[in-house]
């Protein structure tokens, strides 16, 4: 952030004029002021821990609510997509199958939702004291992981259950947790900069989580693909992460050259977020 101090187009008062301060974002390349964000990061801190309480506050069942709703949906998948429809999950057993790729999914789609309605929610203090406002967007997905967290005890004691041991690929999930937090934040810079201005997508984002959910491999193998489909079906950025879960924690196959075009998407969305964010960060409060 760049200070100026220009008086000569100032009324004298008296023989001193008058200072004017004027604040002007700073202009650079690079949409990220990461000594900026550190210097904040009690306030990121905060936004969190604010979000969590929120979420659990009056609430009879607690921090249980971070295990009913996958827990609930995995058991609906099972009977339905595992049972009737009989859909393959490449030698694992179902439930675990499907609660693997829950726990992303939810991570995911939880960080999204809070991101995309982060700034309208904080639009009180946005208006009134200055901050960085990308706080606000990565508050959003930060919060979720205390409730994946809670259910990954949950995934642990079924992979007991089952007998199933991690490979030595399980180094690489906290990789895999983060490109999910990476995919969330991509989608929820984009989202949050718009629905300042338009207040559709907030209502929309429902919508659209329930057909991502089916268009992601949670209820059904990557492997149902065709092949000379696979390379397009990675342009969902979450077949990387929910196929690079399976991998790191059931054993399962290998990640294939999707999960490369996975990540290639989530960076491209990253960046381009960014930069639109950064673009549209003086606007925020005067359409707040």
Do not use: C
């Not at 974002?25 to 550190?38: A, G, N, R, T």
């Not at 208006?127 to 809670?150: A, E, H, N, Q, W």
């Not at 089952?162 to 030595?168: C, K, Q």
């Not at 992601?216 to 879960?245: C, E, K, T």
């Amino acid at each position: 952030m760049t200070f100026s101090t220009p008086s000569s187009h100032e009324p004298p008062q008296g023989n001193t004029p008058i200072p004017t301060l004027i604040i002007r974002p700073p202009k650079k390349w690079v949409p990220v002021d990461f000594h900026e964000l550190w210097e904040y990061r009690e306030l990121l801190y905060s936004f969190v821990s604010r979000d969590v309480k929120i979420r659990y506050k009056q609430t009879a069942l607690g921090f249980l609510w971070a295990i009913i709703q996958p827990l609930f949906m995995m058991i609906i998948f099972t009977l339905f997509f595992g049972g009737f429809a009989k859909i393959p999950s490449d030698g694992v057993p179902y439930p675990l199958f499907s609660f693997a790729a829950l726990l992303p999914w939810t991570l995911f789609s939880e960080g999204l939702t809070r991101s995309t309605t982060s700034m309208v929610s904080n639009a009180g203090i946005m208006t009134k004291v200055y901050f960085p406002r990308l706080v606000m967007p990565i508050s959003g997905i930060l919060s979720p992981l205390v409730d994946f967290f809670i259910a990954f005890i949950i995934l642990i004691l079924m992979m007991a259950y089952y007998g199933f041991v991690p490979t030595i690929a399980i180094v690489l999930l906290p990789l895999f947790i983060l490109l999910a937090l990476a995919t969330s934040l991509a989608i929820g810079l984009w989202l949050s900069a718009l629905n300042i201005k338009y207040r559709d997508f907030q209502y929309t984002l429902p919508f659209i989580i329930q057909l991502g959910l089916y268009a992601s491999p949670i209820v059904y193998p990557s492997s149902m693909i065709p092949a000379q489909y696979r390379i397009f079906y990675g342009l969902n950025p979450m077949v990387g992460v929910i196929d690079g879960f399976r991998w790191a924690l059931l054993g399962a196959k290998p990640p294939e050259a999707m999960m490369l075009v996975s990540i290639g998407v989530v960076v491209v969305l990253l960046v381009g977020g960014l930069f639109y964010f950064k673009r549209m960060e003086q606007y925020f409060a005067d359409v707040v």
